[in-house]
């Protein structure tokens, strides 16, 4: 028997999953890069420089930036597929050296969550998003929105979930200086802002992805789905293949409640809002 997965009772934290600073091959401090973030009004930040783990304290000041520890690992498996990985949580021993396929082993071992990044970008195929046990896909990444337009993880997401796989979506900066960034993130509900908190949210896919609207309630009663939001264009209960549900019209009127009942035939159903000017949020699956 399924479970819901939400619990939204809690307080919403806007964070970024994927960040890089002048230790690899970012254009701003690490300090910098913080005062940044937090200036906008971010709750937390990864960083996530390139085969380089970051050891960021934590800090219990409510005013100021809660650092959380990440890495990205890239490069060619052995089979010649080309990966970029995110990785979140607390690595030692991560060397480009080892190569790619140990990375993400170790990275398991160390109870890290592995995130595959930007697969468009990347020419990443449903071979290469299964090969291996990806905790998330990135549904969207705002820097490769700028480079060359392949920012959309989204279908890959949907065929590793008709797989069956429960994997989370992650929109995120991927900022590597000052003049790209502040365009994807993830909202998390926790009970606090601390590191185990926001960690513990995260894997249980207790937050949603927004490149601009809001999620503010996500609530089941065991038949409907019942959703608050701020004012979009559109709220869509996303299905398997070409299944879906939709509330809003194209005459640019706004809603900003939903309620659907899930299908007890889909294999999956997560959410979806769009605004008027066609920024998009996800939830992540809704049953688990």
């Known amino acids: 028997m399924k479970k819901f997965r939400y619990d939204t009772s809690g307080t919403w934290y806007k964070g970024n999953t994927h960040a890089h600073s002048t230790l690899s091959d970012g254009g701003l401090s690490p300090q910098e890069l913080g005062a ?3 200036k906008a009004g971010f709750d937390f930040l990864f960083r996530t420089d390139h085969w380089i783990s970051s050891n960021e304290p ?15 690992i890239d490069g060619p498996d052995p089979d010649g597929s080309n990966y970029h990985v995110v990785c979140l949580g607390n690595f030692t021993g991560l060397t480009r050296e080892m190569g790619l396929k140990a990375g993400i082993e170790s990275a398991l071992r160390q109870n890290g969550l592995i995130i595959l990044a930007h697969p468009h970008w990347m020419g990443n195929t449903l071979d290469d998003a299964i090969k291996y046990p990806f905790h998330g896909v990135e549904v969207y990444n705002h820097v490769c929105r700028w480079s060359n337009g392949k920012s959309d993880g989204a279908f890959v997401w949907d065929s590793m979930l008709i797989q069956g796989r429960n994997v989370l979506g992650f929109a995120s900066d991927d900022t590597h200086g000052g003049n790209c960034w502040h365009g994807g993130w993830i909202v998390v509900n926790a009970k606090s802002r601390t590191v185990d908190e926001i960690m513990s949210a995260i894997r249980a896919g207790n937050y949603y992805s927004s490149c ?5 309630k996500i609530e089941f009663d065991g038949q409907q789905v019942h959703v608050e939001t701020s004012p979009v264009s559109a709220i869509r209960l996303v299905g398997p293949r070409g299944e879906g549900k939709r509330l809003g019209n194209c005459e640019n009127n706004t809603i900003t409640h939903g309620t659907f009942e899930i299908p007890p035939n889909w294999s999956y159903a997560r959410l979806e809002i769009e605004d008027e000017p066609g920024r998009r949020a996800w939830s992540n699956t809704l049953l688990v």
């Open 36 to 38: 940044m973030y937090e």
């Open 212 to 216: 601009g609207p809001d999620f503010h």
């Open 58 to 72: 934590e800090t219990n000041d409510p005013n100021r930036l809660l650092w959380i520890n990440g890495i990205e």
